[in-house]
């Protein structure tokens, strides 16, 4: 017997990347050698010191419950870290711990949004942001991304038309963003603290990737005057210290916001696990060296790869400041093997020369007025001499046609 569910399940939507990981497991599975470019999943170590500092909050015992908000100790040192390296000033109320990155996305959007409230979001963008609106009741306007000589550029067009005729009352902004690896200058990023605070905009900055950029400094939104009492920022420890299976991250704006997020902390898991607190608190604390190592590789196989993709005719990758993620125009070589679609394009080139990656149909649905087609490559989880080979075949295969 299949007893009914929830009709608000119809709404959620999931990470479609993982879908090319299941694909891309069946291959090998069939003895194909698979180049994993498809997830931004890390293959780096987490640093040792922070390791251990886990192994040593296990042994004294930190395996009870903490606070809903977490650990004073992390949150204060997260205050300081994140206002210092973003030019305003937190206090360990303005920090709630939760058990990565993602769960903010929703719990801030069940504080702000009210069901038929409109939420502007990036598409291509990372898909949660799409999901989680639906799921609880928003209605999603997606904005674009156009493409500049300078890079990924908002659509500004497409943003004011939403302003005027859908009356939006959040903005999601992904800067230093997954996938495009797109970042805001100066003015397009005063532009959006101008619409937020003219049209009274709540604004959850992600900031998954702030710390993952290879020259230049990083700027936050909350730094505009103005926005630090409208703004949440999404954090993650995910990247920088190479954390993604450990599961912590913070939610850092308004107290009275967080209070509001550690009650639904408190309903949905009690608290993020008191060790990885731990853990997090000798990252945030200790010699940054171990990161800018990271960093340093994570550089050294973007360089590689930027290089190698762009020796192949009919492809087109620009060098992009931050992230690990490259959003790489095919259109010429898509045209010349004569693709039906982007899936079509992906599975017949994972099966000819086991390079796996995901398309731009993986990171919301395409917009009108999209003509070029686009493929994501990262390269957080793959070594550089698997670089190297993996885009060799790539280039072999393509020159066939």
């Known amino acids: 017997m299949t007893k009914h569910l929830a009709d608000r399940l119809k709404n959620l939507g999931t990470e479609t990347a993982y879908a090319v990981s299941e694909s891309a497991s069946v291959l090998a599975a069939k003895g194909k050698k698979i180049y994993p470019f498809h997830l931004g999943d890390m293959n780096l170590p987490t640093p040792m010191h922070i390791v251990s500092a886990a192994i040593k909050a296990l042994r004294d015992g ?210 993020t696990a008191n060790f990885v607190q731990h853990a997090g608190l000798a990252a945030i604390t200790s010699d940054q060296t171990p990161s800018k190592e990271i960093l340093g590789k994570l550089k050294e196989r973007r360089d590689i790869l930027v290089s190698r993709l762009n020796s192949i005719q009919g492809i087109q990758t620009p060098l992009p400041n931050t992230t690990f993620y490259l959003f790489v125009d095919i259109t010429g070589i898509y045209n010349k093997i004569g693709a039906v679609s982007l899936e079509d394009f992906r599975l017949r080139t994972m099966e000819e020369t086991g390079v796996s990656f995901c398309t731009r149909q993986h990171f919301g649905k395409a917009l009108p007025g999209e003509t070029r087609k686009f493929i994501r490559f990262a390269y957080s989880g793959i070594n550089v001499d698997q670089i190297e080979e993996g885009i060799l075949k790539l280039k072999k295969y393509f020159e066939k046609f």
């Not at 799409?130 to 500004?156: C, H, M, N, V, W």
């Not at 920088?240 to 009275?256: C, E, H, Q, V």
């Open 62 to 271: 930190k395996t009870t419950y903490t606070p809903a908000a977490g650990i004073p100790s992390l949150r204060m040192a997260m205050a300081e870290d994140i206002g210092s390296s973003r030019g305003v000033k937190y206090s360990m109320e303005n920090v709630v711990i939760h058990p990565g990155g993602k769960p903010v996305i929703g719990k801030f959007l069940q504080v702000v949004m009210n069901e038929g409230d409109a939420v502007l979001y990036p598409n291509p963008g990372y898909p949660i942001y799409e999901s989680q609106i639906e799921y609880f009741g928003g209605i999603a306007l997606p904005y674009q991304y156009i493409p500049t000589k300078d890079g990924f550029k908002i659509d500004r067009d497409q943003v004011e038309f939403y302003l005027k005729n859908n009356n939006p009352k959040i903005l999601i902004y992904n800067n230093y963003q997954n996938p495009l690896g797109a970042e805001s200058d100066e003015q397009e990023m005063e532009w959006l603290a101008k619409i937020a605070i003219e049209n009274d905009l709540w604004v959850l900055s992600d900031e998954a990737y702030f710390d993952i950029r290879y020259s230049g400094s990083s700027k936050s939104i909350v730094s505009i005057p103005g926005m630090i009492d409208r703004t949440m920022i999404l954090y993650t420890f995910a990247k920088k210290y190479a954390m993604t299976g450990w599961r912590l991250g913070a939610s850092i704006g308004p107290k009275y916001l967080n209070e509001q997020i550690a009650k639904i902390n408190t309903n949905d898991e009690a608290c």
